[in-house]
């Protein structure tokens, strides 16, 4: 057996990427177009990510699935493009380790003139990925390279892959607040002890300190963040996701988001960093 694993420079759908290996077998693939994972096999198991088919790979359109970086600015919550500009920017390929137990790869943004001009807020940020076994960590990192506080959103907005979402059950968020996206944003409270998708969904859960984990059928995945305060969960059932040319007729069934999220401005002081992760393990 090798003594480490692997990283290689390689094609996706025309778009350069990073072939991640680590020793016992674990996979995964992340894109340099917005540092965007794209496939995750934990060692022996089965892909956990899930990437539309009809997923649009031109540079100028948010890659549907995997997990895009949604930064500087979660959803509509500011004036920028919907979940910012992070995830349509190519990222630079940073450090790369091979250890017996891992593989890591970083890869790394700093704004352009024009994300200036937009957001004047000058920044540093990285992705790493960490790779091994049974488990991926994700771990973004921004730093305040300006001299006034740089208030930021964001989220890892992660595509789970699921084989019938009406079938999975996300457990872990009994007893929280959400706002519902989905209908009035407003607040509610979650009564039930597991949450099962059979119709749209779009929650954002407030102050999330617990893990998670997803059961899909014989497979179950646990899923935790560190300095992402807010979970959210996302499916856009039928019509929604109708309506959404990168996305299959019947995809929604396939798919759930469960991001690690900050919602709520996070503020950095200058020459200062923040970092939120979001761990998951294939049990
Ligand atoms: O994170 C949930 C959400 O904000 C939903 O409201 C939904 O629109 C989703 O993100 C996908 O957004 P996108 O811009 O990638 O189509």
């Known amino acids: 057996m090798a003594t480490t694993g692997t990283i290689e420079s390689v094609e996706l759908h025309g778009l350069p990427a990073l072939a991640l290996t680590s020793r016992d077998g674990a996979r995964a693939v992340v894109g340099l177009f917005g540092a965007q994972v ?16 009809r997923a649009i790979f031109d540079r100028n359109t948010p890659i549907r699935g995997g997990v895009p970086v ?19 920017r190519p ?3 940073g450090q790369q380790r091979l250890e017996p137990d891992f593989t890591l790869a970083s890869l ?32 973004l990192e921004v730093r ?8 930021f959103t964001g989220a890892l907005h992660t595509y789970l892959r699921v084989a019938e979402v009406e079938e999975a ?20 409270r979650e009564t039930g002890d597991v949450l099962r998708v059979d119709q749209e969904v779009d929650r954002i859960y407030r102050h999330v300190a617990r893990p998670l984990l997803l059961r899909d059928g014989n497979r179950a995945l646990g899923i935790r963040a560190e300095g992402f305060p807010d979970v959210v969960v996302w499916n856009p059932w ?7 040319a990168d996305m299959p007729r019947n995809g929604f069934r396939h798919m759930l988001c469960v991001e690690a999220a900050a919602t709520e401005p996070v503020t950095i002081a200058p020459g200062e960093d923040w970092w939120g992760r979001q761990t998951l393990v294939a049990l």
């Open 38 to 53: 794209l496939s995750w096999q934990p060692a022996g198991g089965k892909e956990w990510l899930y990437l539309s088919d």
């Open 70 to 88: 949604c930064f500087p600015q979660f959803a509509g919550l500011g004036p920028l493009a919907k979940h910012g500009f992070a995830r349509l």
């Open 91 to 93: 990222w630079a390929p």
């Open 108 to 139: 790394q943004l700093a704004p352009t003139p024009t994300d200036l001009a937009a957001w004047p807020h000058p920044f540093e940020a990285e992705l790493t990925i960490s790779l091994g076994g049974d488990r991926l960590d994700l771990e």
């Open 144 to 151: 305040n390279t300006g001299e006034a506080p740089l208030a």
């Open 169 to 188: 059950t996300l457990t872990g968020l009994h007893g929280l607040t959400y706002l519902n996206c989905a209908t009035d944003g407003q607040a509610r």
């Open 238 to 244: 039928e019509e929604r996701c109708a309506a959404l």
